[in-house]
Every structure is written in C-alpha cells, then in structure tokens.
C-alpha cells in the first residue's frame, strides 16, 4: 500500500487532544451512517459509501477516538450500471457485527435488495457480496443472533422506492444470515412522535431488547431508543440525544458499544451540510435500564452532544491518529483514503514505482446525460478531511494531448477545478478554473501556462469556501482568479477533493502525472 508523506504527523483534523480529552468531532469527514463494535480492546467502524468504489469503509480504533483506515468491503461493485456514477446509489447504512468468530457486514441497497459480506479479518479480504433478500426499498439492516441462537434482521424503508416509511420490520433470519425466513413483523410506526424512524441497530441487555433508531429527519433529528422484553415488542420509545441547546444539529444513527471497563459509548452522525455526516463520540450513562447520551446540560431530561470530554476509559494510551490525507503515490496501490466514481478501470491510472500517479486522460462516456465532469466515473478523490484544510498537489503536464486537462477538483452536485489543458490547436498549454454541475460546465479564468510542471492550491476556509491558486517561478501562490467557490454537498454525499484527467470527443492519447498530493491544517 501506498505511504503518505504525513502518516507520522499531525493530520488536518485531530480529535484527541493529547491531555485525555477529546473534542468532536472525533472524524471531520463524511462517514455517514456509522457503526461500531469492540472485539476485545479493539473498535471497528464501518459507514455508508453509496456509489463510490471501493466501498464500505473499515476503521480500526483502539479507544473509540483515534481512527485508523484499514480495508473496504467492497474492492468492486459486481452489479450492473457500476461503470458509470450512480450518485446516490449503492451501500446504504451498513451495520457491522461479530459473531461466532467472524466479522459481518449487511447493507441495503434501496434499488436491489440487502446484501451481506464476511471475513475472518476485517483488514483482510472479505467475501464477495451475498444478496440476502431482493427487493426495492429495504435499507437500515442491521443483524441480530438472540441468545437461543435464533437469528433476526430489522431494518427500515426507503419511501421513495416502496412508498413506506417511518416504520421498522423484523424478520426471522437465517442463523448464516444468507436469507430472511419469513414476511416479518412490523415493530414499531413512529408517524406520529417518530417521523423518518430510520437507521435501527438492535442489542439486548439486561433482559430487554433494544432498537436504537433516529428519527426526525438527517439534518434535525434525534436519537430514539426502543426498548421492550420480548423482541416483538410492544416497545416502549424515549428520545435520548438531541441538538437541545448546542450547536450539535440532528445528533443521531450511529452504534453503542460497551466497554471492559463498564463504560458505555455512543457513535453517531451530525450532517454539516457540504461537509457530509461528520462523526461523533458520546458517552451514555443508564437509568433504570434507559440509556442518557451525551449530558443533559439543560435539565430536560433528554441528552445534548459534547462538545470536549475525557477519552474512553480503555486501561491505556495510544497514540493520536486519523485517516491519511496526504499520497506520495509510492507504492503499489493507491492510499485507501481514494476513491472512484465508479469501479475504476486500468485504462484511468497506473502507479508506477517511480513516485508518480499516472493519470491518463479518459473522455467521460458517450451516452452520460451530458458531458461534465459530474459524469465522469474517472475522478479519483477522498472525503474533506477536516473543517479547514489547504491541498497542494504537484502536476507534470507535457503529455497532456490536444485539448486534454488534468487538475485538481472539489465535487459535489456543483464542482470546481484548477487544471492544465492542452490547447485545442495544440500549440500550447493554459492554465483554467472551471465550475459545472450535472447539466453545464464553463470557464471562468484561464490564463497561458509555459512549463511543463505546476503545483495547485485549493485552501477549504471555514464554511467549505474554496479558493484555488497556483505556484509561479517565484515559489508564490497565485489565485485563479478573483471568485471563491462554495462547496456543497453532493447526492448522500459531502464534498469531494481529489485530481482527475479528462480527454474530449471520445479520445484518449495523453496523460499527466501527479508527484505527490499532500494535506495540511487550515
């Protein structure tokens, strides 16, 4: 695998604050829809990927607040349209389960069905994907192997695929978890206090079942708890995290774990709009077997986020960590913090040992509803790695062919970019900043560009505002221009940052190489 030159170094966003503290978020970046066990002293961590490849992340903690990348599930999606975006498609609210000596992963995939993988090591190779049940509109599974060895799946609907919503089914399930034995059980209808009632993990503790489930909706929900003696129910409900009187919106889906030490914790998601679902860390204490999350600082009963708290008690410290941002390309394999648009081709890149990326310039396909780069399957690009960051990547261009760019590029369901582009006549290259979305792409700076390298700047300021730049003779940082781009969101998504190289008119000929790709704090 690939190293980054700041695998030892500080990352753009730190949540451990080196004196037994942490503040939230514990990861600045868009794992949405987490979940999270403990397996010994270890934690892992999976989260919702949708259509970008490889897929369904695995993180590795060893106190819940320092997070390490360590695999995907999903090297390639073997199903069709997967050559191409889907925005919004694919992996939909994982759970991620231990069980009879294996780790599980299930997901709903609300156009196809739920789907299961498995692995003896998580950073190992998982089984291929397993569709366990077909049908439209099944999201939010979630496992569960009852102590009589009886096994069951709950889950929730996608309404826009089935016209169901706001409500939770429970199925007998397969004690291999390959198949759901029979039409289940409607168990809970939040409508009326529960609207959205979405994303149920289920435990069992002291003799009650529970289904943790937010509701509310992605950007101003709050986190319900069920709670009932037999699995079935009748479930009792109590609202048990919510924004209240903090900066903390929606504060909800996410996973519970308890730890060797009788602590109990709870891993959730905020939506912070271009950003994505950022993820947070809180502690839960019980009463009268009813969890607390967070801290009832307003005295209504209900929990609001922290904001800085002392770290899990796991009997020890380990070192600060954080996804990797920054790429040298040195290796054999692309750093895992990649990711395509698509299942990626070896006619987009090749690492060559020599400290380079190869990107070469493929055309975005024929039959795309239009030809912007919203469309293009060969953008390789990673999450926003903190609130405010700065991106600098170093490009070699002399091999780009007429009419071909290559650059940098933050994505979401609008797009901006900085890159080199071969002159239509091919007499000579010009740097440009382009902007576009799903329907239309255009110019909005260009100037001529003389040398065959060029470093770029993006810098993320607070609020996801963009500003690009580039290096001149006198090693000074240039803007591309006089506007500002506003980062958004994207389809499920938040904003994207990476590099890309496109070609025209179905023609692929020429290619840049990257040197290195590296991330610093704001």
């Not at 110019?443 to 810098?459: K, Q």
């Amino acid at each position: 695998m690939t190293t980054t030159a700041n695998s030892q170094q500080r990352k753009a966003w730190m949540s451990d604050q080196g004196d037994g503290t942490f503040v939230n978020p514990v990861l600045h970046a868009d794992y949405s829809d987490p979940d999270v066990i403990r397996v010994g002293e270890d934690f892992y961590m999976t989260a919702s990927s949708f259509s970008h490849i490889p897929g369904l992340p695995i993180l590795h903690s060893k106190d819940l607040v320092n997070w390490k990348l360590i695999n995907h599930v999903i090297q390639r999606m073997e199903l069709p349209g997967y050559d191409v975006p889907n925005h919004g498609g694919g992996v939909w609210a994982p759970a991620l389960r231990y069980h009879a000596g294996k780790f599980w992963v299930f997901y709903g995939d609300p156009d196809v069905g739920i789907f299961m993988s498995t692995a003896d090591d998580p950073a190992g190779e998982w089984e291929p994907l397993h569709l366990v049940q077909e049908g439209k509109g099944l999201i939010d599974t979630c496992p569960f192997w009852d102590d009589d060895g009886q096994a069951y799946m709950v889950h929730a609907f996608a309404n826009s695929r089935c016209g169901i919503k706001h409500k939770l089914r429970l199925c007998r399930m397969s004690e291999d978890g390959r198949r759901l034995l029979d039409e289940g059980t409607i168990v809970f209808d939040g409508t009326e206090s529960h609207p959205t009632m979405e994303g149920p993990k289920m435990y069992k503790r002291n003799g009650y079942y529970y289904i943790f489930a937010p509701a509310g909706g992605v950007a101003t929900g709050w986190q319900t708890v069920l709670r009932s003696r037999s699995i079935y129910g009748p479930y009792e409900d109590r609202i048990v995290l919510h924004q209240g009187d903090t900066p903390i919106n929606g504060p909800h889906q996410g996973g519970w774990v308890e730890l060797e030490s009788g602590e109990s914790w709870f891993l959730h998601f905020q939506d912070k709009g271009a950003y994505g679902r950022i993820v947070h860390l809180q502690p839960v204490r019980w009463e009268d077997d009813w969890p607390i999350m967070g801290v009832d600082s307003n005295g209504d009963g209900i929990g609001e986020p922290v904001l800085r708290h002392p770290k899990p008690n796991v009997g020890a410290s380990y070192p600060a960590e954080a996804p990797d941002d920054s790429d040298e390309f040195d290796g054999s394999e692309l750093g895992l913090q990649w990711q395509w648009q698509a299942n990626p081709s070896s006619e987009w890149y090749s690492l060559r040992g020599d400290s380079r990326l190869r990107l070469f310039a493929a055309p975005i396909p024929a039959a795309a509803p239009s030809q912007t780069l919203y469309y293009a399957p060969h953008l390789l690009m990673q999450k926003f790695p903190a609130e405010s960051f700065q991106a600098n990547v170093r490009l070699e261009v002399g091999s780009l062919e007429a009419g071909e760019r290559a650059g940098v590029v933050v994505f979401g369901y609008s797009f901006a970019y900085a890159a080199i582009r071969r002159k239509e006549d091919g007499s000579g290259l010009e740097l440009i900043r382009g902007e576009g979305n799903a329907k239309q792409e255009r110019i909005v700076w260009s100037t001529d560009w003389s040398a065959n390298e060029i470093t770029l700047r993006v810098t993320v300021q607070v609020g996801a505002v963009c500003s690009f730049a580039y290096e001149n003779s006198d090693g000074e940082f240039i803007a591309c221009g006089e506007t500002d781009f506003q980062a958004v969101e994207g389809h499920w998504v938040g904003a994207k940052i990476g590099l890309f190289a496109a070609g025209v008119d179905g023609n692929q000929g020429g290619f840049a190489d990257a040197d290195w790709f590296r991330v610093t704090s704001g």
